[in-house]
């Protein structure tokens, strides 16, 4: 007489499904917390203010010109600030899926542009705040034939949260190395046009001194959510 097979209680095919999806979180959580960093090859050398006018910029293996940077100049720039006093008010959006970035001042829109995000690595999704803005500093990293060494990029907006450290070294910030914008071209950060990197960088919070960066240590920096899946 053949043997019934024994079948397996409903609840356990559950109990293992549950258990696989928490294994999933567990290891997306390990791989975020161990991204490399984002920008640079020491990730030290981009997170401190750097003028170097007489260098050359490499990007996909051509020369660039890098744009000069007078620091006495800073003071004549434009200050772009928000409609409204709390600075929790402040919202940024990236959608990673079509390559774009809103901001508003609590129900007041303020810009919208097109950015482009990671290409070689991929920018990091979730809530973030700034915690720190430096008006120009040195990127570099990549090997090989991906090996970019970019002085003098403006306007930048480093962002973190609890998964995401601030050592990460992601940012938003202005781009001359291509104008490429609407489609994924960086190494994890969030490139823009120049004229919309000052904009927003002056309008953000922490507030900045003109040649220094500022961390938000108090928890004030503008909240960016980057959402979303680079095309």
């Given at each position: 007489m053949a043997r019934k097979k024994a079948k397996i209680p409903f609840f356990l095919y559950v109990g293992i499904f549950i258990a696989l999806i928490g294994l999933g979180f567990f290891i997306l959580k390990i791989a975020v917390k161990n991204l490399p960093c984002a920008n640079t090859l020491s990730c030290k050398e981009s997170l401190e203010l750097s003028v170097n006018n007489?260098?050359?910029?490499?990007?996909?293996?051509?020369?660039?010109?890098?744009?000069?940077?007078?620091?006495?100049?800073?003071?004549?720039?434009?200050?772009?600030l928000g409609t409204t006093t709390p600075a929790s008010d402040k919202h940024i959006y990236v959608d990673l899926t079509n390559?774009?970035?809103?901001?508003?001042?609590?129900?007041?829109?303020?810009?919208?542009?097109?950015i482009s995000s990671g290409k070689w690595f991929p920018t990091p999704t979730g809530d973030f705040t700034i915690w720190s803005k430096i008006r120009v500093a040195k990127m570099s990293g990549g090997q090989g034939a991906d090996y970019y060494y970019?002085?003098?990029?403006?306007?930048?907006?480093?962002?973190?949260?609890?998964?995401?450290?601030?050592?990460?070294?992601?940012?938003?910030?202005?781009?001359?190395?291509?104008?490429?914008?609407?489609?994924?071209?960086?190494?994890?950060?969030?490139?823009?046009?120049?004229?919309?990197?000052?904009?927003?960088?002056?309008?953000?919070n922490p507030p900045t001194a003109e040649n220094e960066s500022a961390s938000a240590k108090d928890g004030t920096g503008t909240l960016i959510t980057i959402y979303g899946e680079a095309p």
């Amino acid at each position: 007489m053949a043997r019934k097979k024994a079948k397996i209680p409903f609840f356990l095919y559950v109990g293992i499904f549950i258990a696989l999806i928490g294994l999933g979180f567990f290891i997306l959580k390990i791989a975020v917390k161990n991204l490399p960093c984002a920008n640079t090859l020491s990730c030290k050398e981009s997170l401190e203010l750097s003028v170097n006018n007489d260098e050359k910029a490499i990007f996909n293996g051509e020369e660039i010109v890098p744009p000069k940077i007078d620091l006495s100049l800073l003071s004549q720039e434009p200050k772009v600030l928000g409609t409204t006093t709390p600075a929790s008010d402040k919202h940024i959006y990236v959608d990673l899926t079509n390559q774009t970035l809103k901001a508003y001042d609590g129900d007041v829109f303020f810009m919208e542009t097109k950015i482009s995000s990671g290409k070689w690595f991929p920018t990091p999704t979730g809530d973030f705040t700034i915690w720190s803005k430096i008006r120009v500093a040195k990127m570099s990293g990549g090997q090989g034939a991906d090996y970019y060494y970019l002085p003098n990029v403006p306007y930048i907006m480093f962002f973190s949260n609890s998964e995401v450290a601030g050592s990460r070294g992601f940012s938003l910030h202005g781009t001359y190395w291509h104008n490429n914008f609407g489609h994924a071209m960086s190494h994890g950060c969030v490139n823009m046009r120049i004229i919309d990197a000052q904009k927003l960088y002056y309008w953000a919070n922490p507030p900045t001194a003109e040649n220094e960066s500022a961390s938000a240590k108090d928890g004030t920096g503008t909240l960016i959510t980057i959402y979303g899946e680079a095309p």
